[in-house]
């Protein structure tokens, strides 16, 4: 009885796989892998924004973790598994050649950054970002950002694209097509690696390449020209029509069914991108925002298309019809750094002893120099949780790398301001976090301004699970009840539950969450007293943001 799935979860720093069944939402086993050049810290220059991923990574780590996944469950399971669905990261394209090749797993190009994986966080396209913006605002046609919040961000697929095509001549003349990480990972496992016949995800074509039915699919080809003339035949080579992530991509090639010890019957959904995926394993439902709360954040919102279909919402990262769920409305935001504030900080506080590491030779300090960075956020954290809140405490503002949402801007920069000779690593931290509670609470603002209720929070990832100070302090800012999901795989389990959609086990993805879903484990709620002081500290984190804004852009 084939009642197994396989959800495959690429996230920044690592792939994971879980085996989970369908009857119940067990999961039989899971295995994770680390990016082996990633950890090295190769292919990036933080100074400069650029974060590139090696192809050779995601091979390894697709095939070690589904191989491991299966040799740790139990004998028979390998001819019970159905299907498989992935997640990754978005938007991460690469350039690719004529037969869907990523450039940098040709031998010319497997040291050049230009030729691999734009990972999400790469800031290097600012300026194209920009001209894009005002192209579309200024050319006299289609403003072909209108369902994208109205403002494209250098995170995004044409920006990251047409800056690698002007930067890199020897890419620019060997590149075919451009191929999202989400897309290529089902090609590659189907072997239908075919540029312009793959099959490619509404979910990453409509939040990120401007995709839209009203367009008949991609931006036309004289904005694109407008843009800039490379751009110049590109748009034949891309893509029309997209799938949502609960249709079949195919079935697993010959040789990735050997590679992993499986059967050719064994169906490849279309891939998506984590938060969507993880939205819907953490039981997303109309009006529940659920917030995907890592690194940075990725805020996901669903709601029928019939009421909200023709409705624009400015400032947010898309509305795209499926992008989340068949027959819904999707509609993503998020903010571009929150535990990764909180790793700056630590990082910050750590460098005097990191740099005593570096020159010492006694291994005893060393010891106790790593047991000090791996419990500095919780030890921050249980300290913070004891100060008052008080209206003259210390505010940050939280753009250290850039702003997500509302209104996409990532030449902004964060701030942290109220600073006495009293304060202490604690009361800073508190700020910070605080901050991230504040842009949390802008996008909610942000929904409602426009129009769309937000009935319930529901969070995920791996800050809602393990830091309940910085969750206590999101309820009090918000003023609402936010559920953690029980989940820890929510986005494995997310790309499991589109799994068994796509291979016809369940016949909608509601149904594969009413039978696969874990639930919730916890649920914090606003402590009325904090919450009114939130209230004139968010004002004031408004104030010192609309001032850094005007001034220091």
């Not at 690592?14 to 994770?32: F, K, L, M, Y």
């Not at 894009?132 to 990251?160: C, H, L, M, R």
């Not at 535990?339 to 010492?360: H, Q, V």
């Not at 249980?382 to 850039?402: F, Q, R, T, Y």
Request: charged share 20%.
């Amino acid at each position: 009885m084939k009642n197994l799935v396989i959800g495959v979860d690429f996230g920044s720093d690592s792939v994971r796989a879980i085996i989970v069944n369908t009857d119940n939402g067990e999961e039989i086993t899971s295995s994770v892998n680390y990016y082996n050049r990633w950890s090295k810290g190769m292919y990036c220059n933080p100074s400069e924004n650029i974060f590139r991923q090696h192809p050779q990574d995601y091979i390894d780590g697709l095939e070690q973790t589904i191989i491991e996944a299966l040799k740790k469950a139990p004998t028979g399971t390998a001819s019970r598994i159905a299907a498989i669905s992935v997640d990754t990261t978005g938007s991460t394209p690469v350039a690719v050649d004529k037969n869907g090749t990523p450039l940098a797993l040709l031998p010319e190009f497997s040291e050049n950054p230009n030729a691999m994986f734009i990972l999400w966080k790469d800031h290097s396209s600012l300026k194209e970002a920009g001209e894009i913006n005002y192209v579309a605002k200024n050319w006299g046609g289609i403003d072909y950002t209108q369902y994208i919040g109205g403002i494209y961000s250098p995170e995004w697929f044409w920006a990251k694209m047409l800056h690698v095509i002007r930067c890199d001549e020897k890419v620019r003349n060997h590149v075919f097509s451009w191929v999202e990480h989400c897309d290529w990972i089902p090609a590659l496992l189907t072997g239908n690696t075919d540029p312009v016949t793959m099959k490619r995800s509404r979910c990453a074509a409509g939040h990120k390449a401007m995709w839209h039915t009203e367009y008949n699919g991609l931006p036309s080809e004289a904005f694109l020209t407008k843009i800039d003339p490379l751009l110049k035949g590109v748009r034949e080579r891309l893509f029309t029509n997209t799938y949502t992530c609960t249709e079949q991509f195919g079935n697993l090639s010959p040789e990735w069914a050997q590679r992993l010890g499986l059967s050719t019957d064994v169906v490849v959904g279309v891939g998506g991108f984590d938060a969507h995926m993880g939205a819907v394993g953490g039981g997303i439902e109309p009006f529940s925002l659920c917030k995907i709360i890592g690194t940075s954040t990725c805020d996901i919102l669903v709601a029928p298309i019939e009421e909200y279909g023709n409705k624009l919402i400015q400032g947010i990262c898309g509305q795209v019809d499926g992008s989340v769920i068949p027959g819904m409305l999707g509609m993503e935001a998020g903010q571009s750094a929150f535990g990764d504030i909180y790793a700056w900080f630590k990082t910050m506080l750590l460098w005097p002893l990191e740099n005593f590491k570096r020159t010492s030779s006694d291994s005893s300090s060393n010891a106790l120099l790593d047991d000090i960075s791996a419990k500095l956020i919780r030890n921050l954290s249980h300290e913070a949780s004891k100060l008052p809140v008080c209206e003259n405490d210390v505010i940050a503002v939280d753009w250290m790398n850039g702003r997500r949402t509302p209104d996409a801007n990532h030449t902004l920069k964060g701030a942290i301001t109220g600073l006495r000779i009293a304060d202490n690593a604690p009361s800073v931290f508190k700020g910070l976090v605080e901050a991230t509670a504040f842009g949390a609470k802008r996008i909610v603002n942000r929904f409602e301004s426009e129009g769309v209720p937000i009935k319930s929070i529901i969070a995920l990832g791996g800050v809602a699970k393990k830091d309940t100070y910085v969750m206590q302090t999101l309820a009090n800012v918000l003023n609402m009840p936010i559920k953690v999901a029980a989940s820890e795989q929510t986005c494995a389990l997310g790309a499991a539950m589109f799994a068994a959609t796509a291979c016809g086990i369940f016949n909608s993805i509601h149904d594969a969450q009413q039978k696969m879903g874990c639930g919730f484990e916890k649920e914090y709620y606003p402590d009325a007293d904090k919450a009114q002081i939130y209230r004139i500290l968010y004002k004031k984190y408004c104030s010192i943001g609309n001032f850094i804004e005007h001034q220091f852009n």
